[in-house]
């Protein structure tokens, strides 16, 4: 079906659709990369980009040997510089809500026990987080702690967490009822507005859950405020009695 052509140019119903999906996946990828430093790098490849097509409009012939040279790894360099984003874009792919309805979901009795926990360090002014894995595996984060496999209780997480014991220092890796490992090293936030007015854990926090679907529940050592990261953003200050809702709400949990 055409739409309209100019001269010998035929924009047809196919073109159009061609084009949105390319302008779609773009302003994604723009949206993913906004506040983390691949901002500057997208300009710098822009520049390339101009500087290549002046290269080929002018007879510079020794630019044009340069940036044919450079069109043959660009790809791969691209993949490298832009690591984090496209695996954070991939992830967001797979946490489609049509493909979540195929995996099995987190049990009531876990989150009632990570909320309990939570709740009791707030009281306590203990500093925690906690990691609840999702469909996105996390197991690099786990080998980055001490594996466990135990049991998940309230009680042991607190345990866990608890000043000037072993494992206390890190992040605590929940899948399903089953604590995976303990004293976990999680990747920081490149997000700017959370790496100047956040401490580590909160950065870590919100890290983890912008490269998985996972729902981290942070407490503050400082004033025992609760928080839960979930999808790269962080909401704080959640009320005791709220937690559970958010926390379900997060795992698609249904009432």
């Keep these: 079906m ?3 052509h100019v001269g010998f140019l035929q924009f047809q119903l196919l073109d159009l659709i061609d084009v949105l999906l390319v302008a779609a996946i773009f302003y994604q990828a723009l949206v993913l990369m ?20 002046l290269a080929f409009w002018f007879p510079f012939s020794g630019l044009q040997w340069l940036f044919r040279n450079l069109a043959t790894v660009g790809f791969i360099i691209l993949v490298i510089v832009f690591q984090p984003e496209l695996r954070s874009m991939l992830a967001q792919l797979g946490q489609n809500r049509f493909l979540r309805r195929f995996v099995r979901q987190q049990e009531e009795h876990a989150v009632d026990q990570v ?8 009281e306590l002014r203990y500093g925690g987080l906690i990691v609840i894995e999702q ?19 309230a009680d042991l997480l607190i345990t866990l967490f608890t000043p000037y014991t072993p494992l206390h220092d890190g992040a605590v890796v929940v ?35 912008e490269e998985s679907d996972a729902v981290t529940v942070v407490i503050s050592e400082e004033t025992g405020q609760l928080s839960v990261a979930y999808e790269g953003k962080l909401e704080r200050g ?14 698609h949990i249904a009432k």
Excluded: W
């Excluded at 983390?36 to 790098?41: C, D, F, L, P, Y």
């Excluded at 995976?180 to 507005?193: D, G, H, I, S, Y």
């Design 2 to 4: 055409e739409l309209f």
């Design 34 to 53: 906004k506040g983390t430093r691949s901002t500057q790098i997208v300009y710098g490849v822009v520049f390339v980009i101009v500087a290549s097509f």
């Design 115 to 122: 909320v309990k926990a939570a709740v009791r360090l707030s």
């Design 135 to 153: 469909t996105v595996g996390l197991r690099t984060v786990a080998e980055t702690g001490k594996e466990l496999d135990a049991d998940l209780s």
């Design 175 to 209: 899948r399903r009822e089953k604590i995976v490992a303990a004293a976990c090293t999680l990747p920081l936030t490149q997000n700017a507005m959370y790496s100047r007015l956040f401490g580590m854990r909160h950065k870590a926090a919100v890290g983890v859950t």
């Design 238 to 251: 959640i009320d005791k009695f709220a937690l559970k809702d958010k926390v379900s709400r997060h795992l």
